[in-house]
């Protein structure tokens, strides 16, 4: 069964500040989501990412997946107050089911 | 807005009732999914349909039902409702049955007092 591992769950930060959220996942899969969610939201597609060493970058944060190791990285660089949310990485199972780590709740104070 | 819609937005029901939750996916999309979010829980896949054919299945409980009818539309069906159950229920909808990316719609939250 796919586990997928996400750290911090909490993150409270300074604006400016940078920081890196850890996504493990437990099988091997070949695609790897970020997706955001505000307080009572839906989820907001961040990133794709489908092969080994992929990087995508978006505005202040970027994204990462080594598929040997089994992990994914999302980097937050120069924090500001509007990136706070709750960051999810779900890996996909089976055919595109979606199996999501519990979330990191972010909070950046000014 | 993912074009991913849901109604309702909020339902408020007693426990043993039955409800319907409604999903449209994006214009094109085949494969419509639905998750379940609580706090206790957190995100889980409970159901997927391709093209009106159940495709995969997570952990949804008997209790629960779903269908896609031939205009690509979905319904879960939440019967015999429990305090439990109370969630935020999402559809997510995509292109094809896999490797595609999945849209959210803005979800149902649902109430069981």
């Known amino acids: ?110 | 807005d993912s074009g991913v819609t849901q109604t309702p937005k909020h339902l408020i029901t007693a426990t043993g009732q039955r409800v319907t939750l409604r999903c449209s996916p994006r214009s094109g999309d085949l494969s419509v999914y639905w998750y379940q979010q609580s706090l206790d829980q957190g995100l889980q896949f409970l159901i997927q349909y391709y093209n009106g054919e159940e495709r995969a299945k997570g952990n949804i409980l008997e209790r629960f039902s779903a269908q896609q009818f031939p205009d690509l539309h979905s319904e879960l069906n939440l019967s015999s409702l429990e305090l439990g159950d109370s969630a935020l229920y999402f559809c997510a909808s995509s292109e094809q049955s896999s490797y595609n990316e999945q849209f959210f719609g803005p979800g149902t939250r649902l109430t069981v007092l």
Not at chain 1, 30 to 45: A, T
Not at chain 1, 79 to 91: G, I, N, Q, R
């Open chain 1, 1 to 110: 069964e796919l586990k997928v591992e996400q750290n911090p769950l909490f993150l409270s930060m300074q604006e400016g500040k940078n920081y890196t959220i850890y996504c493990n996942y437990s099988t091997t899969s070949d695609r790897l989501y970020w997706y955001r969610q505000d307080p009572g939201k839906s989820l907001e597609s961040l990133f794709v990412l489908l092969s080994n060493g992929a990087v995508k970058q978006e505005g202040r944060l970027m994204a990462s997946l080594d598929t040997k190791a089994r992990l994914s990285t999302l980097h937050i660089t120069a924090a500001v107050h509007d990136l706070s949310a709750t960051y999810f990485c779900a890996v996909a199972e089976y055919g595109n089911k979606l199996v999501f780590g519990a979330g990191t709740i972010l909070r950046v104070k000014s």
